[in-house]
Every structure is written in C-alpha cells, then in structure tokens.
C-alpha cells in the first residue's frame, strides 16, 4: 500500500474525535509527526549547522524516533536538504518523504478560502518526487474547495486554481457516504494521487483531510 495513504488511513482513525485538528496548523503538524514516529518512522528535525574547521559549516538536523512509549533523538548530519523553503514534516526512514501540511479551519484568521496558497502547494508537490501534501479542511471551507461553499469570504481565486479544486475535489456528501474516497488529477502535466477522508468529530461538525504525491512518488519505489 502507498505509505502516505496508510498514514492517512491511521491519521483519520487516530484523530477521529479531536476537535482541534484543522485549528492551527502546528498542531496538526505535531499530531502528524507523533502518529509517524508511533508508526516506526524517523523524522529529521533542523539544527544549527556545524563549524568545519577546514572553512564552512556542515549541514546538521535532530532525527527522532520512538522506542519503548518514549521520544529519542540524535544530532547527526543532515540527511535531506531543501533547495528552496521549508518543510513540515520530513521522513529520513523507512523512506524519505518532505510533507505539506496545511489547515483550513472554519474559525480564526486561517477562515479564508485561499486557493491559490494552497493550489502552490499541490504545484510543489507535482514538481517533487519527494514531496507530498497533507491538508485537512473544516467542513465549511472543504465546501468552498469541492464547489459547494455557502460564503464568498476570501480572496477571489485565479480560475485555474479554482477550477482544479472543483473538478477534483468530491463533493461533501459523497465523501461522506463513502467515508474515503481515492481519486487522480494532472498537474502541470503531472499525474498525482489523492485521496480523502471523512471525520464526523463532533454531533455537529465535520472536516475532510486530503492526501496527495506523484503517481511516480520516490516512496512507491
């Protein structure tokens, strides 16, 4: 099975009736890494770079694991560098992976629809064979990215960025039904595999987290 989608199967199970996953995106971030690690997975963290007594300074990160219910780490050289940005969350073994992870909740200052922040990122992830996005939506703003929004809040898109999210993201009541759903899109000429997820987290509200990398992602391999 596709690792990130056997994280996604856990992550959906594991945060199922967390109220505050789509709030802040550090959180979700940390919830991300914590269900990695629990999965056997070791993440590199960045650290200050090393002095080279022969000129420059060498790369370093702190890797994590968990072993035996507690936190390790370790200081070493870093082993994956991004040319450009940052990453959130960044896979060393059983394989490398750099992951997206955004929130879009249906509250606070992240309430904006916002397409095209979020459309870069899917391009990112198009443009990388290591790189992979995680995203998870309050049921309000997944509405405004599957063409169902009730609102206009937000800046108003660019139609290509848009468009994309309309024609690929399911509609709510599907996924719903279906409780996961996977599905395909091209980008950039690029084909990439998605799939959803559908959390009933309180009697009242709901989200959808979504996960995506190339059809020709480096983890397939």
Same mark, same amino acid.
């Given at each position: ?11 959906? /199970? ?12 550090? =959180?979700?971030? &940390? ?11 070791? *993440?590199?963290?960045? /650290? ?14 702190? =890797? ?14 870093? &082993?994956?560098?991004? /040319? ?37 990122? *899917?391009?990112? *992830? ?15 703003? =997944?509405? #405004?990215? #599957? ?14 960025? /848009?468009?994309?999210? =309309? ?40 989200? &959808? ?13």
């Amino acid at each position: 099975m596709n690792p990130l989608f056997e994280f996604g199967n856990a992550l959906a /199970a594991e945060t199922i009736n967390d109220q505050f996953l789509a709030i802040s995106e550090g =959180y979700f971030r &940390v919830s991300c890494i914590k269900l990695g690690l629990r999965m056997g997975w070791i *993440v590199q963290e960045g /650290a200050q770079n090393q002095h080279n007594p022969k000129g420059g300074r060498t790369p370093r990160a702190d =890797y994590l694991s968990w072993h035996d219910g507690h936190l390790h780490w370790e200081r070493g050289e870093r &082993v994956v560098s991004i /040319a450009e940005g940052s990453c959130d969350m960044v896979i060393v073994k059983p394989f490398q992976m750099m992951i997206e992870c955004k929130t879009k909740p249906d509250i606070g200052t992240k309430s904006l629809v916002q397409f095209d922040s979020i459309f870069e990122d *899917v391009r990112r *992830v198009a443009g990388n064979r290591e790189c992979a996005f995680l995203f998870v939506f309050d049921e309000g703003l =997944y509405r #405004s990215f #599957s063409d169902e929004k009730e609102d206009n809040r937000g800046r108003k898109p660019s139609p290509a960025a /848009a468009r994309w999210f =309309y024609n690929c993201f399911p509609k709510l009541g599907t996924l719903m039904a279906e409780g996961s759903i996977a599905f395909h899109a091209l980008v950039d000429d690029v084909d990439i595999d998605m799939q959803s997820w559908f959390q009933r987290h309180s009697p009242h509200h709901s989200r &959808v987290i979504c996960a995506g990398g190339r059809s020709d992602a480096s983890w397939l391999q």
